[in-house]
């Protein structure tokens, strides 16, 4: 698992630990995320399958792609397809994707980058993995996170951000036993470069056997815990999670997650995601590719997807 690292992790800034008066999340619910197919076949795991959406606001759903060792001619897309009314924030962990959309945003991302789109008003775009990959196989593992965007926002105009693995905040933990990624957001004053129309934090944590990290939260934030390899534990109680679990946790001032001392060779450490925002606490309209507040709205984005008001493939 590459994404972005460092050498010597005790050249990075340090998180504080939590202080006197700080209080611990708990974990409110662990859930085991299903299986299945996305796109033109490629392997997903529906990280909150099973979370309520009043837990996630502001985000709506996650799939980890992969990971996934392809046979050469395996790899596989997206065909086109519209969004409306929300973020798709696509972090590729190992491999190759390339995106393109109907507004001319896109571009290739690979190991450690991001793809953040703006679907607002309404666009088309299309994922898929480079000719040069399809013929070669290889491996492929890596996160699409949609993000709602707020009532006023929804009809915002597409944007899309390439956020470089380069550019990620790198930072640790005070016995430098964990690398944290803020990819958006800010943790213990160190912001990330993702631009955000939803206040949130976008993390991703490497924890070495037996390390724990101790992540200091905004108290307005939900906060979500998703392990995308290895085991260890979360919350000050140490609730077992594993590989496709996710962990609800309720307010406080920090998160706590371990790392098993033993981990299994294929996944020598223990890797997670941790999201949280501020809870729009609005309406949710939602079928397939749209994302609104009433269905009135979602009926309106058929017809304008279906008369070509989203633009032309490219």
């Known amino acids: 698992m590459p994404a972005i690292t460092v050498d010597d992790l005790t050249t990075l800034a340090r998180i504080r630990r939590?202080?006197?008066?700080?209080?611990?999340?708990?974990?409110?619910?662990?859930?085991?995320?299903?299986?299945?197919?996305?796109?033109?076949?490629?392997?997903?795991?529906?990280?909150?399958?099973?979370?309520?959406?009043?837990?996630?606001?502001?985000?709506?759903?996650?799939?980890?792609?992969?990971?996934?060792?392809?046979?050469?001619?395996?790899?596989?897309?997206?065909?086109?397809?519209p969004h409306r009314g929300f973020e798709t924030v696509t972090y590729i962990i190992d491999g190759t994707f390339d995106h393109q959309d109907s507004h001319g945003g896109g571009g290739t991302i690979t190991n450690g980058d991001t793809q953040w789109m703006t679907a607002g008003s309404g666009l088309l775009h299309i994922e898929a993995p480079p000719e040069w990959l399809v013929q070669s196989g290889g491996l492929f593992h890596g996160l699409q996170l949609w993000v709602n965007l707020p009532r006023a926002e929804k009809r915002t105009a597409p944007a899309y951000q390439d956020i470089r693995g380069g550019a990620v905040r790198l930072l640790t933990t005070d016995d430098a036993g964990v690398l944290v990624r803020v990819i958006a957001g800010v943790v213990d004053g160190h912001p990330g470069p993702g631009s955000t129309?939803?206040?949130?934090?976008?993390?991703?944590?490497?924890?070495?056997?037996?390390?724990?990290?101790?992540?200091?939260?905004?108290?307005?934030?939900?906060?979500l815990v998703y392990v995308l390899n290895g085991h260890g534990t979360v919350g000050v109680d140490g609730r077992p999670i594993r590989t496709g679990q996710a962990a609800v946790l309720g307010a406080g001032d920090y998160l706590t997650v371990a790392a098993d001392a033993v981990q299994e060779s294929r996944s020598p450490r223990l890797d997670v995601v941790v999201l949280g925002g501020r809870p729009l606490r609005e309406p949710i309209a939602w079928a397939g590719p749209f994302v609104m507040n009433t269905r009135a709205e979602v009926l309106e984005a058929y017809q304008d997807y279906q008369r070509g008001a989203f633009g032309q493939p490219g």
């Open 18 to 81: 939590p202080g006197l008066g700080d209080q611990p999340r708990a974990v409110r619910q662990i859930t085991t995320a299903p299986q299945g197919y996305e796109g033109e076949g490629f392997p997903v795991r529906r990280a909150f399958a099973g979370i309520d959406l009043r837990d996630l606001d502001p985000f709506i759903m996650m799939d980890q792609m992969g990971e996934v060792e392809y046979a050469p001619g395996e790899p596989k897309g997206t065909p086109w397809h």
């Open 197 to 223: 129309h939803t206040p949130m934090t976008f993390v991703h944590a490497s924890l070495e056997p037996g390390a724990r990290l101790e992540l200091p939260w905004d108290v307005e934030f939900n906060a």
